[in-house]
């Protein structure tokens, strides 16, 4: 992250805001001390109103303070209040014993960024502010005036603002540009097709046809007629002459698709119309020259294919010419938000009108899945729960993810604020080289506040 980012987002001399929706009265003692640590406190006069000042007023963090006889009463109200602000991360304030009752701890649990036991500390809470708006303002960007900015790109619609994507798009780019065979390589699910779509669309044969074949799926016997035709009456059967799938793309592209499983008299095949640019329709006497750009995919280790005697080593290194390696999603950071967003926004008509978007517990789930399926898992996962979701937002449980976060995100609820401020704090005095204003500067907060919390969590200058 570029040092001048850094400095914005904790910058205490740079005012920001605060959207608050609650009673007056249980934050109005801390309002001097937030104002002094850099925050302006916005007022929704009401829970109907916030969704409308929270887009008006431009703020990314929230605040709902809870009192007993109010909010506490109205969760379902605070949920939709949630459901229509989506783009804020929210910071609860419980009474003490709100916690014990089920359904509110449901919602704080599955709606809120954060939340802090009153009576209020106002510098513990301007701390959870301070990363809610960091984690914010890391998304923030892809919001435009309350809409997600899907991405999309001149390359089909690919959604991913990673690096790992920045570098797929780069790629993309590059091999578009020339003739040589791609190999696209990656687990099952990660986007192989569509990259080899959107070098079609951004060569100059995106007016010629894309042929996509599954090596996979073809039955052996039609395979060699499918790929490179026949002529009637070459077998039986053949009661007309047939155009084989690599002749139907001439002028354009053809992909061929999971080339691991292609039978190796096929691969021999292959091997000759790569060489030589002619095929063969089966019963046919004359080659037909073709002018087709071959992009292949596999999700296979295709060395180890070769290693075993079933795939040729000479057909691979006319396919492997460019190569491009699709990154799994659990290792595109930031991209799963985008994404799922991205899969609401395009199958929002299959989906109940009350069902408005994902709750933090959700997006947190989705974030520390490990997506065997990648991309593909992904879109199924959130199609299904947007249809079984019966509330305003989609739940881990909608998600089909609860069994495998549940007990994690219990300790996270409980742990994660102390031990993301503990690790703040090491950060910020390590990168000040133990200078206490320094950090303090650093982290958006005053000398005083950060010695008490380096006393709070036994941390010592060096
Ligand atoms: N970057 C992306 N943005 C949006 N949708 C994507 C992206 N990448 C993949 N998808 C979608 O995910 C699904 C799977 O993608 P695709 O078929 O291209 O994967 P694949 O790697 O070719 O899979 P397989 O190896 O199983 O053939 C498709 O519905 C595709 O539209």
Known sequence: ?????????????????????????????????????????????????????????????????????????????????????????????????????????????????????????????????????????????????????????????????????????????????????????????????????????????????????NCGALPANLIQSELFGHEKGSFTGAHERKIGRIESATDGTLFLD????????????LLRFLQEKTIHRVGGRQDIEVNVRVLAATHINLEAAIKDGRFRQDLYYRLNVLQIKMPPLRDRVGDIPLLAQYIFTRFSDEKAHRVKGFSEEALHAMNHYDWPGNIRELINRVRRAMVMCEKFLISLVDLGLERRTNSRMQVTLNEARDSAEASSIRGALAQSRGSVSMAARQLGISRVSLYRLMEKHGISKS
């Open 1 to 213: 992250m570029p040092k001048n980012a850094k400095l914005k987002l904790s910058d205490p001399s740079i005012e920001r805001s605060v959207l608050y929706v609650g009673e007056k009265e249980i934050i109005a003692a801390s309002t001097g001390i937030l104002k002094e640590e850099g925050w302006s406190i916005i007022y929704a006069p009401s829970l109907a109103e916030a969704p409308q000042y929270a887009s008006k007023s431009g703020a990314l963090v929230g605040v709902v303070g809870f009192s007993q006889k109010e909010f506490v009463d109205h969760a379902h109200r605070v949920e939709l209040m949630l459901a229509q602000s989506t783009m804020l991360k929210w910071i609860a304030l419980i009474p003490p014993n709100a916690a014990e009752q089920p359904a509110f701890r449901q919602l704080i649990g599955s709606a809120f960024y954060d939340y802090h036991t009153l009576p209020l500390d106002a510098l513990r809470l301007s701390i959870t502010l301070g990363h809610a708006f960091g984690m914010a303002e890391m998304t923030a960007d892809t919001f435009q005036g309350g809409q997600w900015d899907l991405h999309h790109h001149p390359e089909s619609q690919m959604v991913g603002a990673s690096d790992q994507m920045q570098k797929i798009y780069q790629e993309i780019r590059k091999v578009a540009g020339v003739e040589a065979p791609v190999l696209i390589t990656g687990e099952s699910g990660t986007g192989k097709e569509l990259t080899a779509q959107a070098i079609h669309e951004r060569s100059t044969r995106k007016e010629g046809p894309f042929i996509a074949v």
């Open 258 to 269: 999971e080339i691991g499983d292609l039978p190796m008299d096929l691969q021999t095949n």
